[in-house]
Every structure is written in structure tokens, then in C-alpha cells.
């Protein structure tokens, strides 16, 4: 059944049996799964990919097809899926089940069994998700700023809604760079905003502290080598490591409780792109609690002595990061 994603509601995902959400939009299909979620026990979501169910087809039945241990009902969120994934759905669909399935798709054309199977059965939901106009962008970049007390002019905000291709998403991911950048009351400028999101030009530097934060020791050293990086650059590398090195903390702290790499990795909020799920793991194998937070205590510090020393910024960034990423690894709970 073809619906809308405002007629889904939180409390009322056993609406339908199955769900399909299709679309360029991954921010909002997220926020809708999430607001369907979110009053269901962690403990019944399982998250996939397609290749990996298709690679091993037995998890995906074992997982559908047996009870929960616990009283609600299973959910099985199916990441990235496409037309290959429709024959393995209906044979579990064809069987007796109460584990209810998501499924997050790309683009999927009119002719897509997929969303044939689901816009024409009546129990099941089919939603598709678009571009996000610019006023519903700016509204929620608009809300965000406020609501975390950052001042930003109206034309700031125009141009990092036009930088985010009409994907709430990637505006989500631009905006928290900025609440990063002005952590402790900083204030921040137009020409700062204009390079701070700017996708390509951070690539690089995102590039170098997830591989540095992963003791990629060759990689690292490739990247500074490969790169030019200037003085301007370098509170920008130091908040980006600060930020990643803080949410490497957390993963670390919920791994050592729950001993389950991935329970940990799919648990995390927000959410870890897939592509970045690999490098992820390595970082928090990495390091001990104790170093990440000696760690941390040092890109503290080390932000301050780039700040008083701005000339030498660069070689100060530079020696730390090779340090950093030549210490061994400490995999010690």
C-alpha cells in the first residue's frame, strides 16, 4: 500500500506487517525509522546490509523466522537493499513470521518488483522519500542553531541548506560540524562556515584523523604528504580529531559493557555511515579507555598551543599526528 511518510506515526509500527522506504533522502527515511523505533526494545533490532544477507542467506531466515527472546516482536532493518533482495523477502514472506522487516532502498523504478510487492499488498507499507524542499531544510537548520544557542545569519544558513542537495542527512552532518567548532561559546564567521562545509575540501581532513585514530601509520603519512594543509586548517584538524576522538570514548565505554562489536557499531546515535563501519571498528580496538581519554586530554591542549602559536601550527599538528599514529595499538579492556 502506497503511503505518505507524515501518515506513519510513533506507537503505531504494527500498522503493517512489513515496511519499504525508498528514495534519495536517507536523512528522513533515518529520522522516520527512528521515530517508528522509538519506544522498541534495542535488544529485537537487527540491521543488515543486502550483500551481507545475500552472501549468507541462513541469517537472514534464522533471524525472521525465530522467536524473539524477548516479549516484542522482532525488527530485521535491511540496509541498502535493491531488486536482488525481492525473491529472498518472499520466500520468508510466504511463511508464517511475526518478525516485521524495513526496508531501506535507493532509487527504485516503477517496474521494481520490490515496490510492486509492497505499493499492492494491503498489509504492507510502501513509502517514498524525496528531496527536502529548502524551507523544510532551513527550519530545521534554522531550529538547531537556536536551540543550541549558536548565532548565524540568515544567508549562513542559506548557503549550508544549498550545499546539502536536498538531503536532511548530509544537513544534519554540516550542522553539528558547526556546534563542534563553537564548542565553548566560540563564534564563528561566514568564511569559516563557507570552508568548514565544504565537502570536498574536509574529505582530506576527516580522511586523515579516521586513519590516524585507526594507527593506519602508512596511510596517515600519505595523506599529510599528499596534501597541502595551511594555518587556517589546523583548528579545523584539531576539533575534527577532538569530536572523533570523543565518539570513539563512547563506542569504547558500550563495547567493553556489551562485548558485541556490532550491537555496538549499529547502536551508535548518530548513526555511522556504512562506509565508514570497518574503519570505526578498528579505532575502537585501538584504543583503551585510559588512552582515548589521555588522548583527548592532549588535542586539548594541543588546541591551545596551536591557537598561541598559529605560525607554527602546522608543525605542531604534524608532529602529533605522526605520534600519534605510529603508537601501538592497545587492545586491553
Same mark, same amino acid.
Given at each position: 500500500m502506497i503511503k505518505k511518510s507524515f501518515q506513519l506515526h510513533q506507537n503505531k509500527l504494527n500498522d503493517y506487517k512489513h515496511y519499504l522506504f525508498y528514495g534519495v533522502n536517507e536523512g528522513s527515511k533515518y529520522d522516520k525509522i527512528e521515530e517508528l523505533l522509538s519506544d522498541t526494545d534495542k535488544n529485537n533490532i537487527f540491521k543488515y546490509d543486502e550483500k551481507d544477507l545475500l552472501n549468507n542467506e541462513k541469517i537472514f531466515f534464522d533471524q525472521v523466522l525465530t522467536n524473539s527472546l524477548f516479549s516484542e516482536k522482532k525488527i530485521i532493518i535491511v540496509n541498502r537493499a535493491t531488486d536482488k533482495f525481492y525473491q529472498l523477502f518472499k520466500e520468508v514472506n510466504d511463511k508464517d513470521t511475526s518478525s516485521l522487516v524495513i526496508i531501506n532502498s535507493g532509487i527504485l523504478e516503477k517496474k521494481s518488483k520490490l515496490r510492486n510487492l509492497f505499493e499492492k499488498a494491503n498489509n504492507f507499507a510502501c513509502v517514498a522519500f524525496y528531496e527536502d524542499t529548502q524551507e523544510t531544510l532551513i527550519k530545521i537548520a534554522s531550529k538547531f542553531f537556536k536551540e543550541n544557542k549558536i548565532p548565524i545569519s540568515q544567508s549562513d544558513i542559506?548557503?549550508?541548506?544549498?550545499?546539502?542537495?536536498?538531503?536532511?542527512?548530509?544537513?544534519?552532518?554540516?550542522?553539528?560540524?558547526?556546534?563542534?567548532?563553537?564548542?565553548?561559546?566560540?563564534?564563528?564567521?561566514?568564511?569559516?562556515?563557507?570552508?568548514?562545509?565544504?565537502?570536498?575540501?574536509?574529505?582530506?581532513?576527516?580522511?586523515?584523523?579516521?586513519?590516524?585514530?585507526? /594507527? #593506519? *601509520? !602508512?596511510?596517515? &603519512?600519505? %595523506?599529510?604528504?599528499?596534501?597541502?594543509?595551511?594555518?587556517?586548517?589546523?583548528?579545523? =584538524?584539531?576539533?575534527?580529531?577532538?569530536?572523533?576522538?570523543?565518539?570513539?570514548?563512547?563506542?569504547?565505554?558500550?563495547?567493553? /559493557? #556489551? *562485548? !558485541?562489536?556490532? &550491537?555496538? %557499531?549499529?547502536?551508535?546515535?548518530?548513526?555511522?555511515?556504512?562506509?565508514?563501519?570497518? =574503519?570505526?571498528?578498528?579505532?575502537?580496538?585501538?584504543?583503551?579507555?585510559?588512552?582515548?581519554?589521555?588522548?583527548?586530554?592532549?588535542? #586539548? *591542549?594541543?588546541?591551545?598551543?596551536?591557537?598561541?602559536?598559529l605560525d607554527a601550527s602546522i608543525y605542531l599538528i604534524t608532529d602529533f599526528i605522526v605520534y600519534q599514529a605510529s603508537l601501538k595499538s592497545n587492545n586491553s579492556t
Open positions: 542559506n548557503l549550508i541548506v544549498n550545499k546539502c542537495s536536498g538531503d536532511r542527512g548530509i544537513l544534519k552532518n554540516e550542522i553539528h560540524k558547526i556546534k563542534y567548532f563553537t564548542l565553548n561559546n566560540k563564534k564563528i564567521t561566514s568564511d569559516q562556515i563557507s570552508k568548514l562545509t565544504n565537502l570536498i575540501e574536509n574529505f582530506n581532513i576527516f580522511e586523515l584523523t579516521n586513519n590516524c585514530l585507526a /594507527k #593506519n *601509520k !602508512n596511510k596517515t &603519512l600519505n %595523506i599529510l604528504n599528499e596534501n597541502i594543509f595551511d594555518n587556517t586548517d589546523c583548528i579545523m =584538524i584539531v576539533r575534527t580529531f577532538l569530536s572523533k576522538a570523543k565518539k570513539i570514548y563512547e563506542l569504547r565505554k558500550a563495547y567493553e /559493557k #556489551n *562485548k !558485541n562489536l556490532d &550491537l555496538t %557499531i549499529n547502536s551508535s546515535k548518530p548513526p555511522i555511515f556504512w562506509k565508514e563501519k570497518e =574503519i570505526t571498528k578498528k579505532q575502537i580496538f585501538s584504543w583503551s579507555l585510559i588512552d582515548i581519554k589521555k588522548l583527548i586530554y592532549s588535542l #586539548n *591542549k594541543l588546541e591551545l598551543e596551536v591557537k598561541k602559536n
